[in-house]
């Protein structure tokens, strides 16, 4: 089975603290994505990479930065966290075919 | 780009009947259309998938139709239990080029016992 692993369930940060959420697959797709998942707006967009150290912005990358130095792996960096990014984060991979397989999701809290 | 609408955003339903939730795309680009399904505190999982050269699909008590005329598509789940009970996600894909994924706004779908 196609693994996506975040590496945090839960996370509070303070206001203005740079921001590593990471997320690893294991089935060497090609592509990956990180969306933010909020009440009444669904999955939302950030940033997606379709190769090695390639990146593509999504709906709303503002405030967010990506890296993928690796196939296998994808970071989101938030510069300086700010409450509005409070969400649930979700990263997902997938070949060319269409299907996403999704990691079980960072809840971030900044305060 | 795509613009995915789904409908409704809440659903209840009592246990044992039939639950429908619809969803139509903007972009005629468009060939895949995945369902996923997101149990509380887990990441979406796919549940059932349709490409644009069929019609309809079937799985067990789930089944998605496809209209390519009029851009839409939609999740029939029949036979409704509790453990059906999560948010459920259309979305659609194009094909060509680097993939990007369109999702619907989600549907709390509630089935009472």
């Known amino acids: 089975d196609v693994k996506v692993t975040q590496s945090s369930r839960y996370l509070v940060k303070r206001t203005g603290e740079k921001v590593f959420l990471e997320c690893v697959q294991d089935m060497d797709h090609e592509n990956m994505f990180w969306y933010r998942q909020d009440p009444g707006l669904g999955l939302r967009l950030i940033y997606f990479?379709?190769?090695?150290?390639?990146?593509e912005k999504g709906d709303i990358p503002e405030g967010y930065s990506v890296s993928r130095e690796k196939k296998e792996r994808f970071s989101l960096i938030l510069e300086s966290a700010s409450t509005n990014q409070t969400s649930m984060y979700l990263c997902?991979?997938?070949?060319?075919?269409?299907?996403?397989?999704f990691g079980q999701g960072t809840r971030l809290t900044v305060v | 780009g795509e613009n995915v609408e789904q409908h409704p955003s809440t659903l209840s339903v009592q246990e044992g009947d039939s639950a429908v939730i619809k969803c139509t795309y903007s972009d005629s680009a468009s060939n895949y259309f995945p369902w996923y399904k997101q149990e509380l505190g887990k990441g979406p999982q796919l549940i059932i998938d349709i490409r644009s050269n069929v019609g309809e699909k079937k799985d067990q008590r789930i089944a998605v139709t496809l209209n390519k005329t009029a851009k839409h598509f939609s999740l029939h789940i029949t036979e409704t239990q509790p453990e059906d009970s999560a948010v459920y996600f259309c979305?659609?894909?194009?094909?060509?080029?680097?993939?990007?994924?369109?999702f619907g706004i989600g549907t709390k779908l509630q089935v009472i016992p």
């Open positions: 997902a991979s997938s070949l060319d075919r269409g299907q996403a397989f």
């Open positions: 979305a659609a894909i194009a094909h060509g080029g680097y993939q990007k994924v369109t």
């Open positions: 990479s379709y190769d090695v150290k390639m990146k």
